[in-house]
């Protein structure tokens, strides 16, 4: 496996299920991000992680969890989302947070 | 809040003709980087840029950081089919913590 790899490719959860987003990179970068992609709205960058911290929760809601449990991995748990959560969900890392980001493939979460 | 501001939004062109767009802002960027995304993956970084005036060529791409750090700039020459795609750029914040901004997007369609 090469690159930033993300699990499930898809995912499709009713309002009152718990789940979870799993990425892994294989670049050995120290800084990790989760994104949110709505059509027509610009990125949104909803956490990071340097050196396996939580640098910045950008004001997202408590229903959105995530983990890093090292520097290679990173999740989001979800819980009771709203049909609006629905998007593309990017997990990106970096070697440093001022490098371009390499993203992940995304999931496509689908909140009925 | 800082916010980038892309043109075209979306754009129709023939194969093998020239692509020009861009990306400006109100504020400073330390950095400028731009992405392709196809339909179903995540942003592949293209360019980056990291000082004014810098001008860097990717094969037929070529992108310009702006004098002012306001502005930058992407050009494509010699469109051709599998150029399709949305490009996003992006700006690295001067102020607060180290994080990219992404813009909305230019969508690009090409005609064979």
Known sequence: ETGVTQ?????????????????????????????????????????????????????????????????????????????????????????????????????????? | GQQLNQSPQSMFIQEGEDVSMNCTSSSIFNTWLWYKQDPGEGPVLLIALYKAGELTSNGRLTAQFGTTRKDSFLNISASIPSDVGIYFCAGLTTSGTYKYIFGTGTRLKVLA
Do not use: I
């Not at chain 1, 027509?40 to 911290?53: D, N, Q």
């Not at chain 1, 490098?99 to 979460?109: A, D, E, K, Q, V």
């Open chain 1, 7 to 112: 699990t499930p490719r898809h995912l499709v959860m009713g309002m009152t299920n718990k789940k979870s987003l799993k990425c892994e990179q294989h670049l050995g970068h120290n800084a990790m991000y989760w994104y949110k992609q709505s059509a027509k709205k610009p990125l949104e960058l909803m956490f990071v992680y340097s050196l396996e911290e939580r640098v910045e929760n950008n004001s997202v809601p408590s229903r959105f969890s995530p983990e890093c449990p090292n520097s290679s991995h990173l999740f989001l748990h979800l819980h009771t989302l709203q049909p609006e959560d629905s998007a593309l969900y990017l997990c990106a890392s970096s070697q440093d947070r001022a490098y371009g980001y390499t993203f992940g493939s995304g999931t496509r979460l689908t909140v009925v």
